[in-house]
């Protein structure tokens, strides 16, 4: 593919194709509309229906789709054709500004969390403009938010976008306060690194516990798995090389920036990361990223996992948010700068994030909350379930001083503290990366690494906007105020890194002594799913989304309810998996072997061969009081997952999964595993994770 500028976003409704085909007035109201975020006139939307019809088809569209995100995780569409009936028995191509703006899914069917029942159907999706449309596989694909007949949100986008306006407002007001009218929008900006593993098909359909669950249930680990780092960066090997090639491609087309491919540190394992772009469009392009790694993969015959931690004992999957905040101007407002004036707005918008962070650890935390990604969280280059947050040796002695009142020396310089005479100069990657920090600065933006490789990133960014416009609003309310700006902003600066700065650890954050430190320092440490989530319907956040009109206490209610039965659901759908999985694997192969090691010891004792403390006669020995051991860790399993019907309230529900019926789980995968180590490989009937992990060649 050498004409990569011309494949760049071909496939996509954007600028260029609007100045093309709308007319200028049109272009011009469209453009007002998105930038105001007010309402699209219906008669502006009748043109650009028409005008994204016409190029739809000759891209050789016949349907169109509203494209949403519900809480499933996943996206959602319904497909309609373009055709409308004649009287004479033909039909023509259609699309109107009333179908463009607006369409009416079934809302009953989708996770609600109690908003809806099964005979309250209806629900709207609402065009977004603010993200382009483009076409895909015969079909034009319109992005829109997603609510119920009485006007709750239902997705995950309609949030994110609420919290944008949120920042944007609360961004500004502080940028007027250091003299900048130019700027008339703050985004926040998102560049989602996506890890993934690749298989072989074939070997993904003899697996019933990745088929159902996306991660194996059972396997003992392999001679080789990652020890010796030799899979990271190394060599793409040609069968992956070429899904790559097909995956960028079609990346490309639909305007994503993919930019960077490589090996990841587990046998199997590879990494996608784009260029930032703004939060919305960021998270609409992860879900097409993810949707095109399974549907391109399928294609080269090669499964794609997403899972947080397919494979137990190796590296587990997540997606690393970038996140920043940029002007329409185009400043990074997380740039450090190289003038003193820009140094002290670079200071206040990174206390408001340092003070978010710590003042809202539970919200960062419980949006990375899932039965998958509590298997990652902590282990394998996975940051742990403690939020605390990396700045690196000179930004953090740049805070020391500034707490301190005293002077800061950079090779050999001397410089004063904030608001006195002259500020540092701080440059961009003064110091090494933390990964094992869940939240770590890194040069102009913050890395957040606890998300899981299957979440949509519209969560942990909508909570980070609306945290940090919170400290915003109060930094803007203090200052707005002041008589003396600069002694006042250096006041505050001091004050909030003395009142939060026990959030900012640069050490090892897998090490037993930070679990101690945490504690003393008042961190919270929330590492399951069932702790973490009640913290959502905590009066204070609830408190902090209503007063930011992002979430109402119904729809926060609402979202912890779904979170708490997805919880449920995936250990539910687990434990019978894995029930179906020994009954019908495990145990068939080890009796079948069993059976063999009987034959060959009556042979043996037929033909007068002493087979007392004999090996075969051991090994038979310890199988059979594994099998043992099995059967009753089995019937544990059946007897828990039965339990649960006694267990109606969701938050109970939730804890006796994690305590007893995950755990029950655990005991039964270790005796399968210890089986599979014994038995003979023509008698066990699953592939084994060394034969999985280096499947493809």
Same mark, same amino acid.
């Given at each position: 593919?050498?004409?990569?500028?011309?494949?760049?976003?071909?496939?996509?409704?954007?600028?260029?194709?609007?100045?093309?085909?709308?007319?200028?007035?049109?272009?011009?109201?469209?453009?007002?509309?998105?930038?105001?975020?007010?309402?699209?006139?219906?008669?502006?939307?009748?043109?650009?229906?028409?005008?994204?019809?016409?190029?739809?088809?000759?891209?050789?569209?016949?349907?169109?789709?509203?494209?949403?995100?519900?809480?499933?995780?996943?996206?959602?569409?319904?497909?309609?054709?373009?055709?409308?009936?004649?009287?004479?028995?033909?039909?023509?191509?259609?699309?109107?500004?009333?179908?463009?703006?607006?369409?009416?899914?079934?809302?009953?069917?989708?996770?609600?969390?109690?908003?809806?029942?099964?005979?309250?159907?209806?629900?709207?999706?609402?065009?977004?403009?603010?993200?382009?449309?483009?076409?895909?596989?015969?079909?034009?694909?319109?992005?829109?938010?997603?609510?119920?007949?009485?006007?709750?949100?239902?997705?995950?986008?309609?949030?994110?976008?609420?919290?944008?306006?949120?920042?944007?407002?609360?961004?500004?007001?502080?940028?007027?306060?250091?003299?900048?009218?130019?700027?008339?929008?703050?985004?926040?900006?998102?560049?989602?690194?996506?890890?993934?593993?690749?298989?072989?098909?074939?070997?993904?359909?003899?697996?019933?516990?990745?088929?159902?669950? $996306?991660?194996?249930?059972?396997?003992?680990?392999?001679?080789?798995?990652?020890?010796?780092?030799?899979?990271?960066?190394?060599?793409?090997?040609?069968?992956?090389?070429?899904?790559?090639?097909?995956?960028?491609?079609?990346?490309?087309?639909?305007?994503?920036?993919?930019?960077?491919?490589?090996?990841?540190?587990?046998?199997?394992?590879?990494?996608?990361?784009?260029?930032?772009?703004?939060?919305?469009?960021?998270?609409?392009?992860?879900?097409?990223?993810?949707?095109?790694?399974?549907?391109?993969?399928?294609?080269?015959?090669?499964?794609?996992?997403?899972?947080?931690?397919?494979?137990? $004992?190796?590296?587990?999957?997540?997606?690393?948010?970038?996140?920043?905040?940029?002007?329409?101007? $185009?400043?990074?407002?997380?740039?450090?700068?190289?003038?003193?004036?820009?140094?002290?707005?670079?200071?206040?918008?990174?206390?408001?994030?340092?003070?978010?962070?710590?003042?809202?650890?539970?919200?960062?935390?419980?949006?990375?909350?899932?039965?998958?990604?509590?298997?990652?969280?902590?282990?394998?280059?996975?940051?742990?379930?403690?939020?605390?947050?990396?700045? $690196?040796?000179?930004?953090?002695?740049?805070?020391?001083?500034?707490?301190?009142?005293?002077?800061?020396?950079?090779?050999?310089?001397?410089?004063?503290?904030?608001?006195?005479?002259?500020?540092?100069?701080?440059?961009?990657?003064?110091?090494?990366?933390?990964?094992?920090?869940?939240?770590?600065?890194?040069?102009?933006?913050?890395?957040?690494?606890?998300?899981?490789?299957?979440?949509?990133?519209?969560?942990?960014?909508?909570?980070?906007?609306?945290?940090?416009?919170?400290?915003?609003?109060?930094?803007?309310?203090?200052?707005?105020?002041?008589?003396?700006?600069?002694?006042?902003?250096?006041?505050?600066?001091?004050?909030?890194?003395?009142?939060?700065?026990?959030?900012?650890?640069?050490?090892?954050?897998?090490?037993?002594?930070?679990?101690?430190?945490?504690?003393?320092?008042?961190?919270?440490?929330?590492?399951?799913?069932?702790?973490?989530?009640?913290?959502?319907?905590?009066?204070?956040?609830?408190?902090?989304?209503?007063?930011?009109?992002?979430?109402?206490?119904?729809?926060?209610?609402?979202?912890?309810?779904?979170?708490?039965?997805?919880?449920?659901?995936?250990?539910?759908?687990?434990?019978?998996?894995?029930?179906?999985?020994?009954?019908?694997?495990?145990?068939?192969?080890?009796?079948?072997?069993?059976?063999?090691?009987?034959?060959?010891?009556?042979?043996?004792?037929?033909?007068?061969?002493?087979?007392?403390?004999?090996?075969?006669?051991?090994?038979?020995?310890?199988?059979?009081?594994?099998?043992?051991?099995?059967?009753?860790?089995?019937?544990?399993?059946?007897?828990?997952?039965?339990?649960?019907?006694?267990?109606?309230?969701?938050?109970?529900?939730?804890?006796?999964?994690?305590?007893?019926?995950?755990?029950?789980?655990?005991?039964?995968?270790?005796?399968?595993?210890?089986?599979?180590?014994?038995?003979?490989?023509?008698?066990?009937?699953?592939?084994?994770?060394?034969?999985?992990?280096?499947?493809?060649?």
């Amino acid at each position: 593919m050498s004409d990569i500028p011309s494949l760049f976003g071909s496939m996509v409704f954007n600028e260029t194709v609007m100045r093309e085909k709308l007319p200028k007035d049109i272009y011009k109201a469209l453009k007002s509309t998105i930038s105001s975020g007010k309402t699209l006139d219906i008669q502006v939307a009748n043109v650009v229906a028409s005008a994204m019809k016409d190029w739809a088809l000759e891209k050789g569209a016949t349907h169109f789709t509203h494209w949403f995100q519900p809480m499933t995780g996943i996206t959602a569409e319904k497909h309609d054709s373009f055709i409308s009936p004649t009287k004479d028995g033909t039909v023509i191509m259609e699309f109107s500004g009333k179908e463009l703006v607006k369409g009416e899914p079934d809302a009953s069917s989708f996770p609600s969390g109690g908003l809806r029942a099964t005979f309250e159907a209806r629900g709207y999706t609402a065009w977004d403009p603010t993200s382009y449309a483009f076409v895909k596989e015969g079909t034009l694909y319109i992005p829109t938010a997603f609510c119920s007949y009485s006007g709750e949100v239902l997705d995950k986008k309609t949030p994110l976008l609420r919290s944008m306006e949120a920042i944007d407002k609360q961004a500004l007001r502080i940028l007027k306060l250091f003299g900048n009218t130019d700027a008339t929008r703050v985004t926040s900006t998102v560049g989602p690194e996506q890890e993934y593993f690749l298989i072989d098909k074939e070997m993904f359909l003899k697996r019933p516990d990745l088929i159902y669950c $996306g991660r194996t249930l059972i396997g003992a680990r392999p001679p080789k798995g990652q020890e010796m780092e030799d899979h990271y960066f190394g060599a793409i090997k040609p069968r992956v090389a070429a899904f790559m090639k097909e995956l960028d491609e079609e990346l490309w087309k639909l305007g994503i920036y993919s930019k960077t491919k490589h090996n990841e540190v587990a046998p199997a394992q590879h990494e996608i990361a784009p260029i930032f772009t703004t939060t919305n469009i960021a998270t609409d392009h992860n879900q097409l990223t993810m949707e095109l790694l399974k549907s391109v993969a399928n294609k080269h015959g090669l499964a794609c996992l997403l899972h947080e931690k397919p494979f137990a $004992g190796v590296n587990g999957s997540g997606k690393h948010n970038n996140w920043s905040l940029s002007t329409n101007k $185009g400043a990074n407002l997380l740039e450090p700068g190289d003038t003193p004036s820009e140094n002290a707005q670079f200071l206040l918008f990174l206390t408001a994030v340092i003070k978010a962070v710590d003042e809202y650890q539970d919200l960062l935390r419980l949006t990375v909350a899932s039965a998958g990604n509590d298997h990652r969280l902590g282990a394998n280059e996975a940051p742990p379930a403690i939020i605390s947050m990396f700045l $690196g040796d000179e930004l953090t002695a740049i805070l020391d001083s500034i707490e301190a009142g005293t002077d800061y020396e950079d090779k050999g310089k001397t410089f004063m503290g904030v608001g006195v005479k002259v500020l540092p100069h701080i440059p961009k990657d003064t110091t090494d990366r933390n990964r094992t920090s869940p939240f770590a600065f890194t040069g102009n933006k913050f890395e957040f690494r606890s998300p899981g490789s299957s979440f949509s990133v519209a969560g942990p960014n909508f909570v980070l906007n609306t945290i940090v416009a919170e400290a915003l609003e109060q930094f803007a309310d203090e200052l707005e105020n002041s008589k003396d700006f600069k002694v006042d902003l250096a006041k505050l600066i001091k004050k909030t890194v003395n009142e939060h700065k026990r959030i900012i650890f640069n050490g090892n954050n897998y090490a037993p002594e930070w679990v101690d430190e945490a504690k003393k320092r008042g961190l919270l440490n929330l590492p399951t799913t069932p702790e973490a989530l009640p913290r959502f319907i905590e009066e204070k956040n609830i408190k902090l989304f209503e007063k930011h009109a992002v979430l109402s206490r119904t729809e926060i209610h609402s979202r912890y309810e779904i979170m708490m039965e997805n919880y449920c659901k995936t250990i539910h759908i687990e434990a019978l998996a894995m029930i179906d999985l020994i009954q019908k694997e495990v145990i068939p192969s080890v009796l079948s072997y069993q059976n063999e090691l009987v034959r060959l010891l009556k042979n043996k004792k037929e033909i007068g061969l002493d087979i007392s403390n004999t090996m075969d006669e051991k090994l038979l020995s310890k199988i059979a009081k594994l099998t043992d051991c099995l059967s009753t860790a089995l019937e544990d399993l059946k007897n828990a997952v039965i339990e649960t019907k006694e267990h109606t309230e969701t938050l109970d529900c939730a804890k006796f999964y994690r305590e007893s019926v995950f755990l029950k789980m655990q005991n039964l995968r270790g005796i399968a595993d210890e089986l599979e180590t014994l038995v003979a490989k023509k008698y066990w009937s699953l592939p084994t994770y060394g034969e999985i992990l280096y499947s493809v060649q």
